[in-house]
């Protein structure tokens, strides 16, 4: 059983607009939802990460979103510009520091120009 | 120097081939990990370490095995390589305590592995 489902698989995206990116998950006892990005030829890089204390948090033009009853969280990216263009996975884990994560599949994002 | 660096980067060995892969940090990262990418599966966990006496099993670590030489060095290997472990392989450290509240985990360059 897929424990964090994630959604869209790819996006196309103009340049300007917004970006959303959807994850679900099932295990409530997770509380550590970050997001990753990911360029061609690179390791995942930490973009932003949210406790399900708030529900929401933003960092310059990114922005999390989270729903605890729903079990839902989502990326947004204002003004979508064409070196946003990666691979974006949702992850979850325990509150704990350096619990394994539990990566969704991973959402790739390309922004026109 | 990166901070998470891996050995090789791309491999190409045969079906039945033991080979190993490699991982170091200079984090000082008690925590390192194994995952496996793959096209539309995102990344999988096969292996974790929180230090070099204690190794758990991810999601995915049948047909692998890792040792944890010391805090610094975290290797996976395939003992009998076959064509669907074909796949990008990441390392990643973390460190034991949220210092700064983002539970961060630093991943290396990755290891292309072709399985032939």
């Known amino acids: 059983q897929q424990q964090v489902k994630q959604s869209p698989q790819s996006l196309i995206v103009q340049k300007g607009g917004i970006s959303i990116i959807n994850c679900a998950y099932e295990?409530?006892?997770?509380?550590?939802f970050p997001w990753y990005q990911q360029f061609p030829g690179k390791g995942p890089a930490l973009l932003i990460a949210i406790r399900p204390d708030v529900s929401e948090k933003k960092e310059g033009r990114f922005t999390i979103s989270f729903n605890k009853s729903a079990k839902q969280f989502s990326l947004h990216i204002m003004d979508s510009q064409p070196g946003d263009s990666a691979t974006y996975f949702c992850a979850a884990s325990f509150n704990q520091a350096g619990t394994a994560l539990i990566f969704g599949k991973g959402t790739t994002l390309s922004v026109s120009s | 120097d990166a901070d998470v660096t891996q050995t090789p980067r791309n491999r190409i060995t045969k079906t039945g081939k033991r080979i190993m892969l490699e991982c170091s940090q200079t984090k000082g990262h008690d925590r390192m990990y194994w995952y496996r990418q793959d096209p539309g599966l995102g990344l999988q966990l096969i292996y974790y370490?929180?230090?070099?006496?204690?190794?758990n099993k991810g999601e995915i670590s049948d047909g692998y095995s890792v040792s944890r030489q010391a805090q610094a060095k975290f290797s996976l290997s395939l003992e009998s390589a076959i064509p669907n472990q074909t796949a990008l392989y990441f390392c990643?450290?973390?460190?034991?305590?949220?210092?700064?509240?983002?539970?961060?985990?630093?991943f290396g360059p990755g290891t292309r592995l072709t399985v032939l």
């Open positions: 370490s929180f230090d070099v006496k204690d190794i």
């Open positions: 990643a450290t973390s460190d034991s305590y949220d210092r700064d509240g983002r539970n961060e985990q630093f």
């Open positions: 295990n409530t006892a997770f509380d550590y």
